[in-house]
């Protein structure tokens, strides 16, 4: 029969210290007990130690943390920037060769596996065109740049991971776009406004497209949990020292301590994307902040 590491590990241990293990981690108090003591830690901020890199994992989630916001919200804004306006020309311009294109360029990446387009764009633009590096967050004398020079540095090693994240959100933003605007386009008093003689331009920006955002950030709440859970691949692929390289680190050293407070982070990153879509809707539609 098979046998585990740990299952090996225990086995070696004499009855001393196996029962002082379990005394240290609380594995002899009763199931409830234990879960009563777990959410009072969480309700503390305390996490617990890590086992591999022996401190609190507090301190080793919020020294990677700013680096996992930068890459989705980075990834976030190039999604924003390709699809929003290439879904807004496929609704005004449906059934065009460029509506055509886009549409089945976007659905090839949402397709293709992330790591699969990952490394293509290493070999691609990294290693063959050089144009980007492909490794870790800085270059090798990013200690010796200025402010700006190495935030610029940063920023020009965050864009192949982050439009490798973005690749999958394309599809979803674009066609998203393009169904909204085309139902707006359709409203009665989009069709009154034409007739009163507004301009092109402000019917776009100031009754299509307003209209437009209304569903549109319900779905960006619902990204947000789901682009973080998906930087666990990228992260890893390019180094970057984010969660998601943390989370498979820890899932490789079976550092459950560091594993149950990811997982209780991601579900908390749930509940802020509903919170967010509720605080968007009551900015963008005006009817909500009326009595």
């Not at 200690?143 to 540095?153: K, V």
């Not at 599809?171 to 707006?184: D, H, M, N, Q």
């Not at 509903?274 to 605080?279: E, F, H, R, V």
Request: hydrophobic share 45%.
């Amino acid at each position: 029969m098979y046998e585990s590491s740990s299952e090996r590990a225990i086995s070696k241990m004499s009855p001393l210290d196996y029962q002082s293990l379990r005394e240290k981690y609380d594995l002899d108090k009763p199931i409830l007990l234990q879960y009563k003591k777990y959410l009072l830690s969480l309700f503390q901020f305390s996490l617990g130690d890590s086992f591999s890199e022996r401190r609190p994992v507090y301190d080793v989630i919020i020294e990677r943390l700013p680096n996992t916001i930068f890459l989705n919200l980075f990834s976030l804004l190039i999604a924003l920037i390709i699809s929003l306006p290439s879904g807004s020309i496929s609704a005004l311009k449906k059934d065009s060769i460029f509506d055509k294109v886009s549409q089945v360029l976007f659905y090839g990446f949402y397709a293709l596996p992330s790591y699969w387009v990952s490394i293509l764009f290493i070999l691609f633009f990294g290693v063959y065109l050089k144009w980007f590096p492909f490794f870790g967050m800085h270059g090798d004398k990013s200690q010796e740049m200025g402010f700006l020079t190495y935030f610029i540095d940063f920023i020009y090693h965050a864009f192949l991971p982050s439009l490798c994240l973005a690749l999958s959100s394309l599809a979803f933003f674009s066609r998203f776009t393009r169904s909204t605007l085309l139902e707006v386009i359709k409203m009665d008093y989009i069709k009154t406004a034409r007739a009163k003689g507004a301009s092109k331009r402000t019917l776009f920006f100031r009754h299509i497209l307003r209209s437009a955002l209304i569903p549109f950030v319900t779905l960006f709440g619902l990204m947000l949990p789901e682009m973080v859970a998906g930087s666990v691949i990228i992260e890893s692929i390019f180094s970057w020292p984010g969660l998601g390289q943390l989370y498979l680190k820890a899932v490789y050293t079976r550092d459950y301590p560091v594993i149950m407070a990811l997982s209780v982070i991601g579900a908390t990153l749930v509940l802020i994307g509903s919170m967010l879509t509720d605080i968007l809707y009551y900015i963008v539609d005006p009817r909500t902040r009326k009595k």
